[in-house]
């Protein structure tokens, strides 16, 4: 402070000129959207996207649901819609469908007024509200996640306030569950840990309990009063049944015990950009509903104040609406069984190659991704020769695959396999 | 992370006793029974109980979004041209995890200037956000990740949630002084001892114009001093601007301030909102800027931003940025905007004129020129509580208890009546 100029810079943070900000570093790139500008540099005529999951019609176009553009425009028409704030908790007609939607129409939990449903930026946005929820208000801080997970989970989590710890999973040996190791890690939690459950579709191996493993598991949370989150991002895209997709769900909320539940609506209805889901807590009682969801407001409240109202007002046509409804059964099922589809023949013809190796989980994983098996260097090789763009884990989204892509692919996995160990 | 996570606890003030663990079986007790109900929003509450309210006079001047005359909700012709473009044209894919860079790059021209050489040197780094709450909790969130010793101060006062964002981004707030209530205007002597006497290097957000509650601004040769003082003291500033165009009917006009500071070459923030100057509410636009020394660092300080908004939302909405863009982008439809957004300001503007000729017809003993002198969607009127209390229980209006109106929900059908309210409570104080 020693200077005599009066607007000479002072030693403290920053100099005229000089931002505060100036020790910044560039973050790392997210490997997974990181992938997609890859594959958007490479000017390669063979090349494929088979990172970020999005649904891709065989033509590997986007996919607008037709029932979504007639949602559009039944809004655009209306006169009388005007974009005034939601409500903090959301549009109310949405946050009861979609509890509907996860929990089915006769749940006793909906019928008691024991869920507090509050609409969120995607399954993204409810994860995040429901963590920094159960950070303010829960005993237990930790939270189990399956090895492996999405990528953003751990994040999400953690600025969330909780503490993140991981249980077994993924049976690299047999590309399926790791089902006796996913036990023993839950018994061995502290009573009341949250544990993180992927309702159907696991991102990013494809692969899921069973029902009776499912029913095993509940009796485990149960009785170690473990608190379950689902994370349900895939409902009605896995088996292309939207009652099937939420039986583990509805398992838990069918014992009266409580739970959370992430919904999202980027894949099953293609809104990916809209950012619409909702965050549902069901509780002991209404009473306690009424309280969690007053809680909820103060979290969001000074994240982004209420929720965006386009994609919910689309969500909310479509679901009320029964030709509607109906109409987006078929199409969802429809993309279901074009990924179910691609994982046939991707397999038929990795075993018409005679490509070394079992290849059977391929059309036994569920969802949009396969985890193939693939290591780092083998993705890269696949990358560098042929143009494929996956995630480093082996992961693939079965939707950028296409009839006409699969021969390439096939030939690229069989090269990998056989040059590269 | 146990650590990262117990600490933002604290920091949130949280503390929660451990309940008993119970086995989980059809009886056991709820894990939430302890949770109390939280109170009730000051702000959204109002329009809450006036919905409730059946009386056939009633006037809600409580929460800031704009009526026409008739006090009905507008949807500008700009805005619905613009969604007529988009509906069943467009996919919904993704945005980047920065959002919309169209939307951006408008945004940036209508804050920094058009031509602004600002923005040709890519020195801003900017994202696109929910709104101006999610653009001032980017920040708040950014500050602590980067520069966890630094505070906030805010005004005295400010809008009610700008405290629970810095609070919940965990950074320690400071007050400046800011509204004189004896003359209903800015108490500018304060003000720059506050600014004076804040630690070298202080934070400070700013409201770019329009200030919310009070519609007190500073005038032009206030905020140039105000911006030599940030100099002297290298404060850095951080302007909310939500609502541009919407002050004094002109957007070139109304970022004056943003201006003044960028060319005495500060390193400003900035959060924007369309909320009020589009009619674009429930959409949740907005943008976060911060200018940078130079375009190297900009990436680096966006690719920051980007890793705050992944774990919260992974990427903002597309459909209000489309929005956003196709008016901005479009030559005639920006015009259009712009004859709009002038025709709300000048509503406003002729309400305040209105509701001060009223209350002075009816003989007021008090002086309310402070509601003409005041500027954007509200009036700090000067009531008390006790006196908003009459006004609600009495006249069966309603607005917040600081004695703030909002000047969009009068109309010239209510004005006379508000008027004739106002008076009644306040003619013998």
Not at chain 1, 193 to 217: F, K, R, S
Not at chain 2, 139 to 156: C, E, G, S
Not at chain 2, 207 to 220: F, I
Request: proline share 6%.
């Amino acid at each position: 402070m020693a200077s005599q100029n009066p607007i000479a810079p002072s030693p403290a943070a920053g100099l005229y000129g000089g931002s505060v900000f100036a020790n910044v570093v560039q973050a790392p790139e997210d490997p997974i959207l990181g992938v997609t500008v890859a594959y958007n540099k490479d000017p390669s005529p063979v090349k494929v996207n088979l990172g970020v999951g999005a649904y891709r019609t065989e033509e590997g176009k986007p996919l607008v649901l037709n029932v979504v553009r007639r949602a559009e425009q039944l809004l655009v028409n209306d006169p009388s819609r005007v974009k005034e704030y939601l409500p903090i908790t959301g549009l109310a007609d949405f946050n009861k469908l979609s509890a509907k939607l996860i929990f089915g129409a006769d749940s006793p939990a909906i019928q008691e007024n024991r869920v507090a449903t509050v609409q969120c930026l995607s399954g993204t946005g409810s994860l995040r509200v429901g963590g920094e929820f159960l950070a303010r208000h829960y005993h237990e801080r930790t939270i189990y996640i399956p090895q492996p997970t999405w990528g953003n989970h751990p994040k999400v989590f953690t600025l969330a306030g909780l503490s993140v710890k991981t249980y077994r999973y993924y049976d690299p040996t047999t590309r399926g569950l790791n089902f006796e190791g996913l036990l023993a890690d839950l018994s061995a939690a502290p009573p009341g840990a949250i544990v993180l459950l992927h309702a159907c579709a696991h991102n990013p191996t494809g692969v899921d309990p069973t029902l009776d493993q499912w029913e095993q598991i509940r009796l485990l949370m149960r009785s170690k009063g473990l608190l379950p989150f689902f994370d349900s991002a895939y409902q009605g895209f896995a088996s292309g049944n939207l009652d099937a997709d939420a039986q583990s769900v509805r398992m838990f909320v069918a014992d009266g015990g409580e739970c959370l539940t992430a919904q999202s609506y980027a894949k099953n209805m293609g809104l990916y950009g809209e950012r619409v889901g909702a965050l549902s807590i069901v509780c002991k009682s209404a009473d306690v509903a009424t309280r969690v969801e007053s809680q909820l407001k103060l979290v969001i409240r000074p994240m982004y104040s209420n929720p965006p109202i386009h994609g919910a007002s689309i969500v909310a046509t479509i679901l009320k609406d029964r030709e509607l409804y109906h109409e987006w059964t078929i199409e969802l099922k429809a993309m279901a069984d074009r990924i179910i589809n691609m994982r046939q023949q991707l397999f038929d013809a990795l075993r018409a190659r005679g490509t070394p190796g079992d290849w059977s989980h391929i059309i036994k994983q569920i969802g949009m991704f396969t985890f193939t098996g693939l290591n780092t260097e083998q993705v890269t090789f696949m990358t560098k020769e042929y143009h494929i763009y996956m995630t480093s884990d082996g992961r693939i989204s079965m939707a950028g695959l296409s009839s006409k892509t699969v021969p390439h692919l096939t030939d690229a996995i069989h090269a990998a396999v056989t040059r590269m160990k | 992370m146990a650590a990262i996570s117990r600490e933002i606890l604290k920091r949130r003030g949280i503390h929660r006793s451990p309940v008993m663990a119970t086995i989980g079986t059809r009886s056991m007790a709820s894990w939430f029974g302890h949770v109390e109900p939280a109170a009730k929003d000051p702000i959204l509450g109002v329009t809450e109980a006036f919905l409730a309210d059946p009386s056939p006079d009633k006037v809600n001047v409580g929460v800031g979004a704009y009526r026409d005359d008739n006090g009905k909700p507008v949807v500008l012709e700009c805005v619905r041209e613009a969604e007529r473009r988009i509906a069943g044209n467009l996919n919904m894919e993704y945005l980047p995890m920065g959002g919309s860079i169209k939307m951006i790059e408008e945004s940036l021209k209508l804050a920094y200037g058009e031509d602004s050489e600002l923005i040709k040197e890519k020195r801003i780094a900017a994202v696109q956000a929910l709104s101006g709450t999610g653009a001032c909790r980017l920040f708040a969130d950014f500050q602590k990740r980067f520069l966890p010793d630094t505070q906030i101060y805010i005004p005295i006062p400010t809008w009610a949630n700008h405290h629970n964002i810095w609070r919940d981004a965990c950074v320690p707030q400071r007050t400046f002084r800011y509204y004189h209530p004896e003359t209903r205007g800015l108490d500018f002597a304060s003000m720059m001892d506050d600014i004076k006497n804040a630690p070298n290097g202080s934070f400070f957000l700013l409201h770019a114009c329009a200030h919310n509650p009070t519609g007190v601004d500073p005038s032009e040769e206030q905020w140039r001093e105000i911006s030599y003082q940030f100099k002297v003291k290298n404060h850095f500033p951080f302007f909310d601007m939500a609502y541009q165009g919407f002050a004094s009917g002109d957007p070139n006009r109304d970022a004056k301030a943003i201006r003044i500071f960028l060319e005495d070459g500060h390193l400003i923030g900035c959060a924007q909102s369309y909320a009020k100057n589009m009619g674009l509410y429930g959409q949740r636009v907005g943008c976060l800027s911060i200018l940078c020394d130079d375009e190297l660092q900009a990436v680096a300080v966006k690719s920051q931003l980007q890793q705050l908004a992944r774990p919260m939302y992974s990427n903002p909405p597309v459909h209000g940025a489309l929005v956003v863009s196709i008016i901005l982008g479009d030559p005639e439809l920006k015009s259009l905007w712009l004859k709009e957004v002038k025709g709300m300001a000048d509503r406003i503007i002729g309400m305040r004129k209105a509701l001060r000729e009223n209350l002075e017809k009816l003989g007021s003993p008090l002086s309310w020129e402070h509601i003409t002198n005041q500027i954007g969607m509200f009036c700090y009127s000067g009531m008390t509580p006790e006196q908003v209390d009459r006004l609600t229980d009495e006249f069966h209006i309603y607005m917040t208890r600081n004695g703030r109106i909002s000047m969009a929900g009068v109309t010239t059908g209510n004005a006379g009546y508000l008027a004739n309210a106002i008076h009644e409570v306040t003619k013998s104080s």
